[in-house]
């Protein structure tokens, strides 16, 4: 069940804000409560759509954007968060903060940029890598040993510790949980389910196959944790589809440009139709290049 980087840490942390998404925010220092946890897919005016990673709103009605960040942080991206930003607002109608989660450390990333000539963007970061993991398992081994429940913050920083780069013992962890998880009823019962869904998830998705092999069998999942996992790839597949599609649509009308860039306007409109043919339905293609459907079946 090999998928891209991005894939997988999306599909692992919508399951993970489903079940946890009032702990997370405490882990990173929020204290105020979360109202209602909205809609995270778009559709803009034009037809595009835009996917945010969580958004909610808190208890003084105004609005909460997390996104997580992988690799260092870019321009690109928080023009991306602005953007974000300003369509939750206007489709609440309420003042909207960005929070970028990052899985690097401070040193990493820009962390402002301007917009226009008066205006700047700069959410609030907070830094994963920056966490001292080996203390968070000692204290954590501890509570295992002397028969202490964790708490959902223990868990939370559990199913994290391999998504954080800087931890490259990724096999070592994933064992240790594993045996952890056989005094069960230290964890928190009612997400059990959750916690298991994601493990499995981290040891299929980050480890090589050898050490998948060790592992293999180590976490009994239930029909729940099943559905949790499938539930959670089958809304970032539609997701990674979408975007995948805009990935084609935009290669076939780059190459269709410079196919019909010497010829004219028109040829140039066939040219990208063409490229389009067996990407998108007709009526598609017919609002991509002005072209009208019976242009667009003759070619």
Not at 205 to 224: D, S, V
């Amino acid at each position: 069940m090999k998928r891209k980087i991005h894939k997988i840490y999306d599909i692992i942390l919508k399951i993970i804000m489903a079940a946890y998404a009032y702990e997370f925010l405490k882990l990173i220092g929020e204290e105020r409560q979360i109202k209602k946890v909205l809609k995270t897919e778009f559709v803009t005016k034009k037809g595009r759509n835009l996917y945010l990673d969580f958004l909610c709103m808190l208890e003084d009605d105004t609005l909460l954007n997390i996104e997580f960040q992988f690799k260092p942080t870019t321009s690109n991206d928080l023009n991306r968060f602005f953007n974000y930003n300003i369509l939750s607002q206007t489709t609440y109608d309420s003042l909207c903060e960005t929070v970028v989660v990052s899985f690097r450390t401070q040193k990493l990333g820009v962390k402002q940029i301007k917009i226009g000539k008066t205006k700047s963007t700069h959410p609030d970061f907070k830094y994963l890598g920056d966490i001292n993991f080996k203390k968070t398992l000692n204290n954590i081994r501890n509570k295992i040993k002397n028969n202490s429940k964790l708490d959902n913050i223990d868990e939370i920083l559990l199913m994290l510790m391999c998504l954080v780069p800087k931890n490259h013992n990724k096999a070592e962890i994933l064992t240790e949980i594993c045996r952890m998880l056989k005094k069960e009823h230290l964890f928190d019962l009612e997400k059990i389910d959750t916690f298991k869904a994601v493990m499995s998830l981290e040891i299929e998705n980050l480890i090589t196959r050898e050490e998948r092999e060790k592992l293999k069998g180590k976490i009994q999942m239930t029909p729940e944790a099943q559905e949790i996992m499938s539930k959670a790839i089958s809304e970032v597949g539609r997701k990674y589809e979408y975007l995948e599609k805009q990935d084609l649509i935009n290669k076939g009308k780059k190459e269709g440009i410079k196919e019909g860039k010497k010829e004219g306007k028109k040829e140039a409109s066939e040219s990208i139709a063409k490229n389009l043919k067996n990407i998108l339905p007709d009526e598609e293609i017919s609002k991509h290049t002005g072209l009208d459907l019976k242009t667009i079946s003759q070619l």
